[in-house]
C-alpha cells in the first residue's frame, strides 16, 4: 500500500490545542468492525462496554521534560530533544542547529552544565552529560515539557498535569500516551469496582512517534525503535482472560504495539524489551481484542496501525464521520473504542 492511501484532509480548526476541563468528558467515537458500525458516545460512558472479568491494559510511562534549549561551544543556538536516556549521564537526542555538532564537541546547556557529543546513533546523537546531575533530575530541573508540533502553544502549568496520565509512574517518554489521558481516577475506580482487570505495561514513547512517513510504499519505511516493560502480572491477566472467553483492550497503540511484538515473538514471559514493530493492515493480531485511541495524523504509522485492526475502509468511514460530527483531533482530541472483526480461522 501507498503512504497515500492512509491521508485525508482535517480542518485545521478540529486539532485539539488544548485539554478539556476535565478529563473523561471527551467525546467517543465506537467503531465495531464485527458488525461494521459507528456510533457516538461519551468517554465517561466507556465503563458500559466492560464486563467483569475483562482486561484493561494501560501504558505506565512518564512523559520527561525532554526539550532543551542552549548553545554550541561556536555560540550556535541548538535545540535538544533527549529521546532515550541510556543511563544516569548518557542519552540518545534529536539536536538541531545550524550545523551539526561534531563528535567530542561541547553542548552548553541551562544552569552552566555542558554535555558532550560522542558521536551519532542511527538518526541521533549520542551525548553525556558532564558533572554529577543525572539526566532525569537535569530535566526536571531545567527541562520543557516537549508538547506535540502541531500543539502551538508553549507548555504551560496546565499541560504539565494534563499531558501526563494520572497513572504515570516510569520516567523515559517525550510523548504522551494518549489515549490514556482520558481516564481520571474515579473512572479507573468506577472500572475496578465492576471487576474489571486493570494490568499496565511500559512503553517509552519516543520522538520518532512524531516524525512523518517519507517514502510512498510503506514496506520501505523503517520504525523508530522504543524500550518497553511487560510486567508478569499482566502476562497472568491476559492468558486468564483469553482462556475464560473475556476480552483484553489495550489503550492506546503503544500498549498495542507492546502486547502484540512481545506475542510475535514467541511464548509470554515477563521481560525487558525493544520493539520497532511496524503494524499494517493484514497484520495477524494475537492478543488485543480492543483498542482505545486517540484520531491520528493522516500518512502516519498509527494510522496505519487503526487501519489494520479496524480495518482500512471502516476507518475511512470512521474518520470521515468524525469530521462531519467536528470530534477534536490529536493528543488533547477525542477519543475511539475499536473493536476488531474476530478471526474467522
Same mark, same amino acid.
Given at each position: 500500500?501507498?503512504?497515500?492511501?492512509?491521508?485525508? @484532509?482535517?480542518?485545521?480548526?478540529?486539532?485539539?490545542?488544548?485539554?478539556?476541563?476535565?478529563?473523561?468528558?471527551?467525546?467517543?467515537?465506537?467503531?465495531?468492525?464485527?458488525?461494521?458500525?459507528?456510533?457516538?458516545?461519551?468517554?465517561?460512558?466507556?465503563?458500559?462496554?466492560?464486563?467483569?472479568?475483562?482486561?484493561?491494559?494501560?501504558?505506565?510511562?512518564?512523559?520527561?521534560?525532554?526539550?532543551?534549549?542552549?548553545?554550541?561551544?561556536?555560540?550556535?543556538?541548538?535545540?535538544?530533544?533527549?529521546?532515550?536516556?541510556?543511563?544516569?549521564?548518557?542519552?540518545?537526542?534529536?539536536? +538541531?542547529?545550524?550545523?551539526?555538532?561534531?563528535?567530542?564537541?561541547?553542548?552548553?546547556?541551562?544552569?552552566?552544565?555542558?554535555?558532550?557529543?560522542?558521536?551519532?546513533?542511527?538518526?541521533?546523537?549520542?551525548?553525556?552529560?558532564?558533572?554529577?546531575?543525572?539526566?532525569?533530575?537535569?530535566?526536571?530541573?531545567?527541562?520543557?515539557?516537549?508538547?506535540?508540533?502541531?500543539?502551538?502553544?508553549?507548555?504551560?502549568?496546565?499541560?504539565?498535569?494534563?499531558?501526563?496520565?494520572?497513572?504515570?509512574?516510569?520516567?523515559?517518554?517525550?510523548?504522551?500516551?494518549?489515549?490514556?489521558?482520558?481516564?481520571?481516577?474515579?473512572?479507573?475506580?468506577?472500572?475496578?469496582?465492576?471487576?474489571?482487570?486493570?494490568?499496565?505495561?511500559?512503553?517509552?514513547?519516543?520522538?520518532?512517534?512524531?516524525?512523518?512517513?517519507?517514502?510512498?510504499?510503506?514496506?520501505?519505511?523503517?520504525?523508530?525503535?522504543?524500550? @518497553?516493560?511487560?510486567?508478569?502480572?499482566?502476562?497472568?491477566?491476559?492468558?486468564?482472560?483469553?482462556?475464560?472467553?473475556?476480552?483484553?483492550?489495550?489503550?492506546?497503540?503503544?500498549?498495542?504495539?507492546?502486547?502484540?511484538?512481545?506475542?510475535?515473538?514467541? +511464548?509470554?514471559?515477563?521481560?525487558?524489551?525493544?520493539?520497532?514493530?511496524?503494524?499494517?493492515?493484514?497484520?495477524?493480531?494475537?492478543?488485543?481484542?480492543?483498542?482505545?485511541?486517540?484520531?491520528?495524523?493522516?500518512?502516519?504509522?498509527?494510522?496505519?496501525?487503526?487501519?489494520?485492526?479496524?480495518?482500512?475502509?471502516?476507518?475511512?468511514?470512521?474518520?470521515?464521520?468524525?469530521?462531519?460530527?467536528?470530534?477534536?483531533?490529536?493528543?488533547?482530541?477525542?477519543?475511539?473504542?475499536?473493536?476488531?472483526?474476530?478471526? +474467522?480461522?
Amino acid at each position: 500500500m501507498r503512504t497515500l492511501d492512509f491521508d485525508f @484532509y482535517l480542518p485545521p480548526d478540529l486539532i485539539a490545542q488544548h485539554p478539556l476541563p476535565h478529563r473523561s468528558e471527551s467525546r467517543l467515537l465506537e467503531v465495531n468492525a464485527t458488525n461494521h458500525s459507528i456510533q457516538d458516545s461519551f468517554f465517561r460512558q466507556i465503563g458500559d462496554h466492560f464486563e467483569a472479568g475483562d482486561v484493561l491494559v494501560l501504558n505506565d510511562t512518564k512523559v520527561i521534560k525532554a526539550r532543551l534549549f542552549g548553545q554550541k561551544a561556536t555560540g550556535g543556538q541548538i535545540e535538544v530533544m533527549i529521546d532515550r536516556v541510556l543511563n544516569a549521564q548518557e542519552a540518545y537526542a534529536q539536536i +538541531k542547529s545550524s550545523r551539526s555538532p561534531k563528535a567530542g564537541g561541547l553542548l552548553h546547556l541551562p544552569g552552566d552544565y555542558q554535555a558532550e557529543v560522542l558521536g551519532r546513533h542511527m538518526d541521533m546523537f549520542h551525548i553525556r552529560l558532564l558533572g554529577n546531575e543525572s539526566w532525569y533530575d537535569f530535566l526536571e530541573r531545567y527541562g520543557q515539557l516537549p508538547l506535540p508540533p502541531y500543539i502551538e502553544h508553549t507548555a504551560d502549568t496546565t499541560d504539565s498535569t494534563r499531558y501526563q496520565t494520572v497513572f504515570a509512574r516510569h520516567e523515559g517518554a517525550v510523548a504522551a500516551p494518549t489515549a490514556g489521558l482520558h481516564f481520571d481516577e474515579a473512572l479507573l475506580q468506577s472500572l475496578i469496582a465492576k471487576g474489571v482487570q486493570v494490568h499496565y505495561v511500559t512503553l517509552h514513547v519516543g520522538a520518532g512517534t512524531f516524525q512523518p512517513v517519507k517514502v510512498d510504499n510503506i514496506a520501505e519505511h523503517h520504525m523508530h525503535s522504543e524500550v @518497553y516493560h511487560l510486567p508478569e502480572q499482566t502476562i497472568d491477566a491476559i492468558l486468564e482472560a483469553r482462556a475464560n472467553g473475556k476480552r483484553v483492550t489495550a489503550v492506546g497503540t503503544t500498549s498495542l504495539r507492546t502486547l502484540e511484538s512481545a506475542a510475535h515473538a514467541g +511464548k509470554l514471559f515477563a521481560h525487558h524489551g525493544e520493539t520497532d514493530i511496524f503494524i499494517t493492515p493484514g497484520f495477524e493480531f494475537k492478543l488485543v481484542d480492543r483498542l482505545i485511541t486517540n484520531f491520528h495524523l493522516p500518512k502516519s504509522t498509527l494510522m496505519m496501525l487503526v487501519s489494520a485492526f479496524g480495518g482500512y475502509d471502516l476507518m475511512r468511514q470512521a474518520y470521515a464521520h468524525a469530521i462531519k460530527q467536528s470530534y477534536r483531533f490529536f493528543s488533547y482530541g477525542d477519543a475511539m473504542l475499536i473493536t476488531r472483526a474476530v478471526s +474467522k480461522k
